[in-house]
Every structure is written in C-alpha cells, then in structure tokens.
C-alpha cells in the first residue's frame, strides 16, 4: 500500500486515544508504539481512511493483499489481531464491526491532521484535536495507489523503522547513557524492525532456509518443544516434529532439505529430519547447538548445555553420521574460561571467542584441518568504544561476506545485537561496535540470512522471582501450588534462608547494579543489606545462629568480565545482621572463589577455590580467626588434577560433605558426590549423564535432593542417602515437574540457588515468553 503523504508533509489519523502515522507506518497509543504486523496495519489504514463505509472482503483482499494469492482465511485472522491490538473484546464494536454477509465497517470518529516537516506548528495531539472525518459512504480509496506492490513493500518498511520507537520509549535511561558515553545508539534509517512470530508462549531460536523465504524455529505452542517451519511472508507455521520430549536448537541444511535438531527423546541426541516433517533419524547420542558448515559437509556442535558456564569440548560429524571427531582440543586448553564458536564462511575455519590465559578476551580463527589459529586485532578506536560501553559479548555469527561479526552484547544490564566491522582478509576488527539493536529485552539467538541482508533472532521477556512451594522433605513431595514471595520489577537471585526459618537473603539485580536484601517470612518486610556501590555480592550464607552472612565480594568493572571469569579479584566477606560494616576475610586474589556453608562450629567457612589449586577448583576450609588474610592457612579437604568441586555442603550431622564435580576440560556432565568431613573417597551419588547440581541435604539427612536437566529443563531430583555407609539407596526420584518456559527453574546455573527446609522449597522461577524478529539491512 502507499503511504499517503506528500514530500514534505506527514499526515496522521487519530481515533479515541490512538494515533496512526503514515509517514513511519507505527500506530501510538499515547506515547507508546503499538505492536502491529505490516499486513494489520496496513488493513487499519484502508478502514481509517474510510470510517463508516462497509468494505468488502473482496475489497480488501485486493487492498491490503494485493498481486498475492492468500488463504482468505488471512482476512479474519489479521482483523482479531488488529482488535486484539487496539484492546478490542470480541463482542465489543468500539472500533470494527462485523456486517454478515458482507465485511467490516470502521466505527469511530477519526480525525485526520497534515503537519509540514512535522516539526513545526502547534503539538501534535492539539493539531489532532481538529478535522475529524465525518463518516462518508461514498468516499473512495485511490485503489492504484493501495495496489502497487512496490509501494506495499516501501510503507511496510517505514512501518517496521516505526516500531524502533518503541525500543527508545522502553529503554530511555541505556539510551542516554550511550548518548553521553559518544556511541551511536540509533539504528540507520534504512534498518527496518519487525515481528514475525506472534504464537503464545515461546518461540526461540530461528534457523534461515537456504533461500531465505522460511524460518525453522523451536516452540512450545503444542505444550511442548517442538520444530516449527513459517514462511518469512504470509502463511501459518508448519509443525516439522511431534516428539513428547522436548526438540529445540534447529538449524537448516545448506541444500534446504534437512533440519537438524537437538532432542531430548532417548536420554538426548542430534537428530535430522526433512525441512517439512517426515521420517527423523538420530544422528548422535549426544551435542547441543548443531550448525552446518556452509557447504552442508559437518556439523559442529557443543558437548555441554553450558557453553558459556563450564568448559565443553567442541566436535564435528559428518551430515550422514559417523563417529563425532573432537576439534580444537589444544587450543581450547589455552583458554580460562568457556569458548564461543561458530563456522567462518568459507567452511575450513572455526572462529573463537574467549578468555585466552596470554591474551585475555580475544577473537581467534582456526583451521579444522591443521588447527592454525589466527588472532583478530582490534582497532584502537574499537578497543576504546568497547571500554567505553562496558560490553560483556557473549554467541556470534559472521555475516556471509565475512565483512562482520553479529555479537550477543550485554551493556547495563541490557542484552542487544551488535555490530563488529571485519577486514576479510587480515580478519582485523577495523569499525564498531554498532548497536544494532535498543529494545530492552532479552535480545538473542541470532542467525544471519544466506543472503547476509537480514538477521532474525529472538526477543525473550523473562521475569524471575522468589516461589516457595510446600514441602515435605522426609517424602519429597510438593504437597500444593506454590505462591512468589518477591516482587517481579527486579531479579531475585540465590536465595538463603536463616537456620532459624525467620530471614530469606537474595540478591536483587537492578540493571548493572546488586544489592544484598532479607525478607522477613512472617510480615514480608524488607531490609537492604547491602547498598549497590562498587561491589558486587554474591553467594550470601547464614550462620548456624542467623546472625552474620558469609559473601563473595567482587570489583566487576572489568571489561567482559563475567560472575565466573577467573581474572576477577575476589574476597570473602562477614557482615553482622544488622551491621553496616563489612568484615574482610581473606586478602582480594585473582581466581575462582564460592563460599558454601559454615563449619559445623562455626569457625571456618566451607568453600570452592583455586587459590591453591591452579586452572583447577577444589573443596577448601577458611579460618575466621586468620582474618583478613585467611588464605594464609587454607586447608584442602577434597581436589582432582581432572576435576572441578563446587557446592559443598555439610550434612546436618557434620559427617559428609555433598558436592558436584565435572571434568574441567568437558563440562558435558556433572555428578553429585559425598565424601567424609575428615576426608577420604568419593562416593558417586548420582551418574555422569546429566547435568546435575546443587546437593542440598534433607533436615534429617537421609535423603539430598539435588537440580538436574535429564528432562531438558531443571527441576528438583532426590536420592535417598544412607548415613551410616554414605552410600545411595536408590536411584535419582523426580520432585518437581517444570517443564514449560511459563514457569520454570531458573535455568542459569550459576546464579541459581534453591533451599529446603522441613516445610518448603524455595526455589528462584522464571515466567519467560517471547517471540521471533527480522533485522533488514544489517551488511
């Protein structure tokens, strides 16, 4: 359709508290964008600029789908959205009527408005206020104009630039302070932003066909994971797969006939399956996040769920199967933290982002076959920009040019697409960052087109909050529905609950900021702990006697530096309940550091550290009376030269400390352990398949429930525990039962924590939802 709009002026229509702007193609309500598709509102403009006058469905089938052969079933689906999206009841008639029989008919009074340059004149709600139209039968719409496929094509443009708006409006406050910092924090006026899933629920992580006109995607809108296929323009999604278990992380073949898939049917694999559905094929027993290689040869994946938590080994196999070939395996070893990969275009070379133990955070491109590495230089001026935004870059994709790289980009607490400008020949970091995108969601997932002009990605809304849940730990059973015990405007992270079952401890994330709270259970009150300075706080844990906290604290101002990074200076900490002063405990060190619980007497603090163990995480005792410098006389108790040891915790009759290790160089599985406080050997609780994590023992301490992902999401699992032998009784027993992205267990490892006692569970839930979205004109 074409915009109606003359060179220099811009013209608006206005109904009730709404507005539609021609010339951005964006509908406001007040001052807030309105979520449209282009064909919804294209139909809202032929209706407005006809208020009264019945259109036929003929009529605007040819309008609004002009020169496109559609299911007429298009027509009512786009006008519920449209009523949906203007606040509309189904039996309401405040804006569109329904004539059976015939078509629809516009009902309110619009007022129409020419402003010139719009930046001139009176405001524009006052100019609004005048020149309605009056309801004319007989008016016309120029129907060449609304025909002209090109200028459809233009008008849907302007819509999608229009809806950056309401990125802008949302995340005011990262606005202005990229303003202030000299970055760019406007997208080009020839990007254009729009939606193209709008299912309930979750849809994530698109995958492009090899033509660009689909994109295969996971989504829970059947009640479970599955693989959907929608066409990039009109059309309805196509269910690829039906399994019961959860399938998710597609990506498309090259040669546009296959789909392949992680699944968690048949304890977990890589599947095939064709683009459209049909006969699935498993094509190994373990990996996640498989990509094709450009020429359809070898798909690389991961070993691990956590990529970007624990270290995981890379492989390729072959599209016909056959046996997984490990890559990068030396030089993945001269890395501190998790690496990032991702194929470079011309399929010979992987590309890595990571924490190199010489270098720091770095981009490498290395050889498949002779594994020779390159480094990426960057630009003074880039180095300066990336400093100056605080970016923490996360997953990547190179742009099919090899002119660029897409990165996942955290800044202010505000995940976004950014844009690095690459040299192809020297692969130099030469222009950026550029902020590709503002919204203030959870920007992710994302995937290049093969044509390189257009990225599509995910926009996940995720809130998280503090639910207990009652709980009988002798049984294990949840014996009712929960209720959140926090508020929902800020994250809740790593609960703790005093012995004494009065005081809750969190941590609360407000953008870059934490603070340190507790929460009464009997009256809700709230009192700050710990204010947001310079410091982050993490890993808060009680007393015996409910009276002091032990922490972490941590200077996080380092740039890319995340909660785990090993470059980070960390300290423990005391504070008294109630105190505002801070004691320190050990000397501020470079490494990895997480208190876990307090000695039985209360005189040392049970914790995970590498402070004696280089490159490698063991069980470890502090003495309070060595403050401030209790390093000093740190006592080993448990450590592997292969493993890492995390999450102790002693038994309530301080005889075992429970734990959860994984290799340190193939985090694909982790195994909850016991051992004697004394020391001696381990004794595996659970088995080395899954991912298992944070052993919390029962009041009684015959049972430790632990969370695992076997199912593909969290949830709470228990063993039965003999003291006596500190040997297992049985074999891993479900508690929970979360298996949809409406309410689920955190699932960032790291941050999340839960706690039992003999009445409930208190465990940290997200709500997350979300859909699918194109970028145009990225390279």
Avoid at 509 to 536: H, I, M, N
Avoid at 565 to 571: E, K, T, V
């Amino acid at each position: 359709m074409k915009v109606i709009k003359s060179e220099h002026n811009t013209h608006f229509y206005a109904f009730d508290s709404f507005i539609v702007d021609t010339a951005k193609s964006v509908l406001f309500e007040g001052d807030r964008v309105v979520s449209l598709t282009p064909k919804a509102f294209e139909l809202l403009l032929v209706l407005v600029q006809r208020p009264g006058s019945v259109l036929k469905k003929e009529e605007l089938l040819e309008l609004v789908w002009a020169n496109t052969f559609v299911d007429e079933n298009n027509l009512p689906r786009t006008v519920s959205a449209l009523r949906k999206a203007l606040g509309e009841e189904p039996t309401e008639h405040k804006y569109i009527m329904t004539v059976p029989g015939q078509g629809y008919r516009f009902v309110a009074d619009v007022r129409e408005v020419e402003t010139q340059d719009a930046e001139t004149g009176p405001p524009l709600t006052e100019r609004l206020n005048h020149s309605t139209i009056q309801p004319n039968p007989a008016a016309d719409v120029n129907r060449d104009a609304v025909s002209k496929p090109a200028k459809a094509r233009y008008r849907t443009t302007l819509l999608i630039a229009g809806a950056v708006l309401l990125a802008l409006g949302a995340t005011a406050v990262v606005y202005l302070a990229f303003r202030q910092s000299g970055l760019s924090t406007r997208l080009s006026p020839q990007r254009k932003l729009w939606q193209l899933t709008f299912e309930p629920g979750l849809e994530v992580e698109p995958a492009w066909s090899p033509d660009g006109r689909f994109v295969a995607f996971s989504s829970d809108q059947s009640g479970n994971f599955d693989i959907w296929v929608r066409s990039v323009g009109e059309g309805n999604s196509i269910q690829v797969t039906k399994s019961a278990a959860h399938d998710w992380q597609p990506d498309w073949s090259p040669d546009g006939l296959s789909l392949v898939f992680r699944s968690e049917r048949d304890d977990g694999g890589l599947y095939i399956v064709p683009a459209l559905g049909g006969n699935e094929r498993k094509l190994c027993g373990f990996g996640y996040r498989p990509r094709w290689s450009p020429d359809g040869s070898q798909i690389l994946f991961y070993n691990s769920a956590f990529p970007g938590v624990a270290k995981s080994k890379i492989y390729v196999i072959g599209a016909n199967g056959g046996n997984p070939q490990e890559v990068l395996t030396d030089f993945a070893s001269e890395f501190a933290f998790p690496l990032r990969v991702a194929w470079h275009p011309d399929g010979r070379h992987i590309s890595v982002w990571g924490n190199h133990l010489r270098f720091g955070w770095s981009f490498w491109t290395v050889s498949v076959t002779d594994g020779g590495a390159l480094q990426s230089q960057v630009d003074s001026r880039v180095t300066a920009q990336l400093r100056e935004a605080a970016i923490t870059f996360g997953d990547f994709v190179w742009l099919p040019s090899g002119k660029g790289l897409i990165f996942e980009g955290e800044a202010l607490g505000v995940k976004n697409l950014w844009k690095i400008t690459v040299d192809p020949q020297t692969m130099h970091w030469v222009d950026g960052p550029e902020r590709l995108t503002i919204g203030a969601g959870n920007d992710t997932d994302v995937v290049v087109s093969p044509d390189g002009r257009k990225a599509a990605f995910s926009i996940r809304n995720e809130r998280s909050r503090l639910w207990t849940l009652p709980f009988d730990p002798v049984s294990g059973r949840v014996s009712g529905t929960g209720q959140p015990i926090t508020g929902s405007s800020v994250s809740a992270l790593q609960p703790g609950l005093s012995p004494d079952g009065k005081l809750l401890v969190f941590r609360k994330q407000r953008g870059s900021k934490e603070e340190l709270w507790a929460k009464s259970l009997d009256d809700g009150k709230e009192t700050l702990l710990a204010p947001a300075d310079d410091f982050s706080r993490t890993n808060p844990i009680w007393s015996h006697d409910s009276s002091q906290l032990i922490y972490i604290r941590t200077n996080p101002s380092k740039l890319g530096q995340t909660e785990i990074a090993p470059q980070l200076d960390r300290a423990l900490a005391l504070r008294a309940l109630g105190g505002s002063d801070e004691q320190v405990i050990t000397s501020s060190m470079h490494g990895k550091l997480s208190p876990t619980d307090w000695t039985p007497d209360g005189k040392f603090i049970l914790a995970s550290s590498d402070w004696r163990t280089p490159e490698r995480v063991a069980l470890c005792l502090f003495s309070l009376d060595a403050a401030p410098n209790a390093e000093t006389q740190m006592q080993i108790i448990a450590s592997h030269p292969d493993y890492n040891l995390w999450q102790g915790r002693f038994s309530p009759d301080g005889r075992w400390i429970s734990f959860n290790a994984y290799k340190a160089a193939d985090g694909a599985a982790s195994t909850i352990y016991v051992v004697p406080a004394s020391g001696g050997s381990w004794i595996p609780i659970t088995e080395g398949k899954y991912w298992n994590d944070k052993p919390r023992w029962s009041p009684d301490g015959r049972t430790i429930y632990f969370v695992s992902n076997r199912t593909g999401f969290f949830n709470v699992w228990k063993v039965r525990f003999d003291p006596s032998s500190g040997k297992p009784l049985d074999q891993p027993t479900r508690v929970t039962d979360f298996e949809s992205p409406t309410q689920m267990i955190m699932p960032y490892i790291v941050p999340m924590e839960m706690v039992l006692t003999r009445e409930k569970l208190i465990l940290p839930m997200m709500e997350t939802s979300g859909g699918i979205w194109i970028l145009e004109n990225i390279d």
